[in-house]
């Protein structure tokens, strides 16, 4: 499963660009396949975007090439669309109402329907990412007519997208009316706005956190100030807060949805000690993200905290090895046991989510062969049994560990003495808002919208079809 995508925007300040690729750099979790600025300086648009990691895409010599006082910048994992330059967010287009400039972080349901029906009145799409039916959207004369243009755009277009254009003028955040995935608004100590998936990306240029932008919500940050306009149906019954931001995405540091990520975790580790006591000698969360998790299952069940794996900083990324013997080692590299800390030991380790489970029954399998006498497996989320089609990469749904298999079938699978999934209430119990403001449907399969036809990851893709 993988991180997929991060926004930033600013308007009236003169280091714009650098702005920008430091917010992007603090959201670099959020997606590492490609890196992209656009800046204005009134006049006209400047872009930059290639395939890598934030610092290895801008460096200063580059960053000096996007001037202007306004920017937007998107780090990108695809999940829809294959991983190339050509996908490279954010996407600039020329067209008669001008140059623009979108970013977007979440999956557009009927992507597919929109596009088949522009390429059936002869429209050419540069790109196979699902982002670019906005601009098709944006520059037909129905809506170029309309006085109220990206509202009724964003009306035709369905699921999640947290967006940030950059116009010559002005830069625009907007969110899906569910709010799946989370946008807030900074403000730096100069008076300058700024946009983010999030808030840690504020906390790096010392902006100040104003207020998340609401769901169904545009947002006009230019020379005049703040304008905010509403779009979509009013009154949802259902929100779309994606629960697994809390659980695994989002940085601990970050505040989204109007809670604290850590803190979050935390009391789903606490909740977990609560459904799942168990007698132990050491609590230890599978690194790095259980972290706060495994603090938590710690606090409310008096047990110890400790170490059993070292992490090395030093190995890529393991999902981009080509095959599983590979991806194998590269975890065998990453993480070792600390064979001394577990020998003989009664642990309990926490697990923030378990996808397909290889990882993790490979992880268990080196604290057997260090020694320890008893593993009980915690899992700060429910089972995940469904896929994502609002801007997560899950792998095939017959993949996930869960999906056809009872807890205790899994438990055998990955070879732990005991095994406790935290319940959905236990989960949502554990956020802010009541549970009909979020999205929980990878493991419940109840999806807040209709979803007609499910986007799969390169459905758009031309290469090699009539
Ligand atoms: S299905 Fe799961 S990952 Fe996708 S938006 Fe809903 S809670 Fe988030």
Redesign the pocket.
Known sequence: MRHYCGLFGVFGHPESAVLTSLGLYAQQHRGQESAGICTSDGRRIHRFADMGLVNDVFNPDRLRTLPGSAAIGHVRYSTTGSSCATNAQPLLFEFAGGQTCVGHNGTLTNAAELREEFEARGHIFQTSSDTEVIIHLLAAPEHQANPRPLASVLERVEG?FSLVFLFRDRVVAARDPHG?RPLCLGRMPDGAYVVASETCALDIIDAEYVRDVAPGEILTIDAGGLTSEHFGPEGLQRGGA???EHVYFADPASDIFGDNVHMVRRRLGEALAREAPVDADLVIPIPNCARCAALGYSGASGLPLGRGFTTSHYIGRSFILPDQASRDLAVKMKLNVIKEAVRGKRLIVVEDSVVRGTTTRGKISALRRAGAAEIHLRVASPPLRHP?Y?G?DFPDPQKLVARNRSVEEIRDFLGVDSLHYLSVEGMLGCVKHPQTDY????FTGDYPTQIQRPVEKLALERNGKR
């Open positions: 999640a799946f994606c629960i697994f994502c609002y997560i999205c929980s449907a990878c």
